[in-house]
């Protein structure tokens, strides 16, 4: 059973710049969030994708945005990089947006460095 | 709005001792409750949950953790800690409905010496 997985493992680059990075899935998931992890910080949430459409998002500027694909995969992108967006971006799937008790499952994380 | 609050940014204790993190709520409402554990350069890992059933959750590895509604807490435990559970410990809420993105605590840092 696959868990999640995200792409890349790294990325650097430079102010300005836009960025895409990918989630897949647990088997079985439907629902995708996004949290970005400052360097000795807990993850902070970015928003949650489920049928394709934002569902929640949390206190982020409209530089960062995302979607979902029919497989239930999804994409966060970011344009007009800063500084301040250098972190570990994790992903997390889960069985339906609005269900108190599912688990949500975290991937590895993708690490963005903006230099 | 949900939250929580990790009372120790640090914690060291010895192989083979107690373990205790500590953790409050804040929520209008009976909360869902996590512990995410996060190994360096690993991503987060559900060590247990609390949902409302009973008040005292074992999880994986050992840990438990107890829901105090009186003292609105949900402190982690571990009668015996090993070197591999050196780790970053998060306190997690859940909202929900619409509101059920996870809110998480700033961390404890758990150190275990020989």
């Known amino acids: 059973d696959a868990g999640v997985t995200q792409s890349p493992t790294h990325l650097i680059k430079t102010r300005g710049q836009q960025v895409t990075l990918r989630c897949s899935p647990k088997s079985g998931h439907d629902t995708v969030s996004w949290y970005q992890q400052a360097l000795g910080q807990g993850p902070q949430f970015i928003f949650q994708y489920y049928e394709e459409e934002e569902r929640q998002r949390g206190n982020f500027p409209d530089r960062f945005s995302g979607h979902q694909f029919p497989n239930y995969s999804s994409e966060l992108n970011v344009n007009a990089l800063l500084l301040g967006d250098s972190a570990l971006y994790l992903c997390a799937s889960s069985l339906g947006p609005d269900t108190s008790t599912d688990t949500q499952y975290f991937g590895p994380g993708t690490r963005l460095t903006v230099l | 709005a949900q939250s929580v609050t990790q009372l120790d940014s640090h914690v060291s204790v010895s192989e083979g001792t107690p373990v205790l993190l500590r953790c409050n709520y804040s929520s209008s409402y009976s909360p869902s409750l996590f512990w995410y554990v996060q190994h360096p350069n690993k991503g987060l890992q559900l060590l247990l949950k609390y949902t409302s059933a009973a008040t005292l959750v074992k999880g994986i590895n050992g840990f438990e953790a107890e829901f105090k509604k009186s003292e609105t807490s949900f402190h982690l435990t571990k009668p015996s800690a090993h070197m591999s559970d050196a780790a970053e410990y998060f306190c997690?809420?859940?909202?929900?409905?619409?509101?059920?993105?996870?809110?998480f605590g700033t961390g404890t840092r758990l150190q275990v010496t020989l």
């Open positions: 997690v809420v859940r909202g929900t409905g619409t509101a059920s993105k996870l809110t």
